[in-house]
């Protein structure tokens, strides 16, 4: 349940400041009470709910000082995976994974395909955990906020700059490419940064 929740932000079936109710979170994802409640303190203890003894659980609404603070951990622990990866690349066994999850993520953008985007991005991100072989970053990484980040700030042209950042940090990975790819990696995360910057200080006109 608790990826469940995290994965649901990626194709809003929730969204920040929603209400996270005990009942239906048990039908949604068909477990008892007792799962519900430790999934929601895991996710309480990692920033994603917010829990209020009068008003239950919901998804944390970041303001724009959090958000800048969850891509600046985002930026670092993206460069330090991507290093990771590049450096086992040749002896894990899994560039032709990652080269399939590229053209996976390019074939999920083209169809317009939200939900398959999500999936195969995660999947991207697996990849590249797997390759890095690092016990921390498989513990630490999926903790970063990014998907609330990324909820919140619904932006078309976000979707289009991972399909191209995402290339370009398999490339580097790939070769082996160890600062090429440390550098794409938070390249990658500044892009998004600037893009929702970009969004904080020119709000749509309702």
């Known amino acids: ?12 079936t ?3 400041s929603q209400r996270l109710v005990e009942s239906d979170l048990a039908a949604l994802f068909k477990v008892g009470r007792n799962s519900v409640r430790e999934a929601l303190q895991r996710l309480a203890a990692e920033g994603f709910v917010e829990l209020s003894r009068h008003k239950g659980a919901a998804v944390r609404l970041l303001s724009a000082e959090d958000t800048l603070a969850v891509l600046d951990v985002a930026e670092r622990m993206t460069g330090l ?4 990866a590049a450096i086992n690349a040749s002896s894990s066994g899994l560039v032709a994974a990652l080269k399939t999850c590229v053209e996976d993520i390019s074939a999920a953008d083209a169809a317009q ?3 398959l985007f999500a999936k195969v991005r995660r999947r991207f991100y697996r990849v590249l955990l797997d390759m890095s072989g690092s016990r921390e970053l498989k513990r630490l990484f999926p903790a970063i906020q990014l998907p609330i980040v990324l909820a919140q700030h619904r932006l078309p042209s976000l ?5 191209r950042d995402y290339r370009q940090i398999a490339t580097a990975v790939a070769a082996g490419q160890v ?3 440390d550098a794409a990696g938070m390249a990658h995360v500044q892009h998004v940064r600037e893009e929702i910057v970009r969004l904080l200080n020119d709000p749509p006109a309702d």
């Open 1 to 12: 349940m608790f990826y469940g929740i995290v994965n649901g932000l990626e194709v809003q």
């Open 14 to 16: 929730f969204v920040p």
């Open 81 to 84: 995976l991507a290093r990771s």
């Open 113 to 115: 395909d939200v939900v």
């Open 159 to 163: 979707q289009k700059i991972r399909v």
């Open 179 to 181: 600062d090429a790819a």
